[in-house]
DNA sequence: GTCATTGGTAAAGTGACTTGACGACCCTAG
DNA sequence: CTAGGGTCGTCAAGTCACTTTACCAATGAC
């Protein structure tokens, strides 16, 4: 039942979904690509999701998923994958013979500490634009945020 | 080259790009939530793509793929899903014969506005918490942000 | 001891994509 | 006008990041 002419339809202004959405996308394009350009250039962005804050090193494969809204079998997958590319290793945990812990190689490490770089050097850039005062302002209300959101 | 014992590793305090992601997540899962509760429960996240803001109506699918930073041919697979289940259509632009425009039907409109209501209604739990003018001004930061997002 | 629960994982299937190719159409140069 | 390079959407085939199902081993409550 197409409309005949069409109805107009339009989205207001942006809201706090959309607001949300772009930057972080910015940051996600600029980590891949800092990434890629200094050699990890067989990660692609489903692996990010290991690697990205708050980091795999010395946390299960379970509580991983549990944190990423990921299946086990789904972090499963992507863990053997970065296993296999030399980025972290599955150990037996000491504590509980039925599970295994995540250890990021030095590699997988350096791969942590370009992510870090990469959003840093967005922020000095959004910094420059919206002034210092306002970044700060604008990361202390995430930061509030992210407590209200974390009971979720 | 496993560290033995595990060298120590630990990311710093969240930067902006988790600080934007986890918010952002929870307005997701929102907007999805109540459509499937509002009965759209064929539609999954690959779909929010095209029906979220600033939406497909009248837009051309190479607008919309480039819009989204994915190929003409993944969008078009996900028009060809929504056309399918009744949210939209294609039609023949009349000023290009190569070239077609989206238009959404009366229930493609209501999954907008459902998804704005989702929005919105996260929003004003995020006022509660933080209060009106936190929120508002942490809107007025995104804007900005966005604003100088564009460029990219 | 028993038994439901919780750890990880193997295997098969799916679907949201990518890559490559295509015909139709537009648009400018000559 | 017409030749040809670029752009439009789409078809087809392949890939891979997942989901679903199932399992076994170890745990912990009783």
Redesign the interface.
């Known amino acids: ?3 005949d002419p ?7 202004p ?16 600029r ?1 891949l690509a800092r990434l890629h350009e200094r050699g990890f250039d067989d990660l692609v962005p489903a692996h990010l999701v290991i690697m ?4 795999a ?2 946390r299960r494969p379970g509580e991983i998923a549990a944190g990423s ?1 990921q299946s086990k079998q789904a972090i499963n997958y992507l863990l053997g994958e970065l296993e296999r590319l030399g980025y972290l ?1 599955r ?1 037996a945990d000491p504590d509980d013979r039925r599970s295994k812990r995540v ?4 590699r997988g ?1 350096e791969v ?1 500490m370009t992510m ?1 770089e990469a ?2 050097e ?2 000095r850039e ?1 910094a420059e ?2 002034g210092d005062d ?1 970044l700060e ?3 202390a ?6 407590a ?3 009971a ?1």
Chains 1, 2 share one sequence.
Do not use: K, N, S
Request: proline share 12%; hydrophobic share 45%; glycine share 8%.
């Open positions: 039942m197409p409309p069409p109805q107009p339809f339009e989205f207001g942006p809201l706090i979904g959309a607001l949300l959405r772009r930057p972080l996308e910015v940051v996600q394009a980590m990205r804050h708050p980091g090193h010395d809204g290793e150990r250890y990021l190689t030095p490490i942590g870090r959003v840093a967005v922020e959004w634009a919206l306002d302002q604008l990361r209300l995430l930061r509030r945020l992210a209200i959101v974390r979720d």
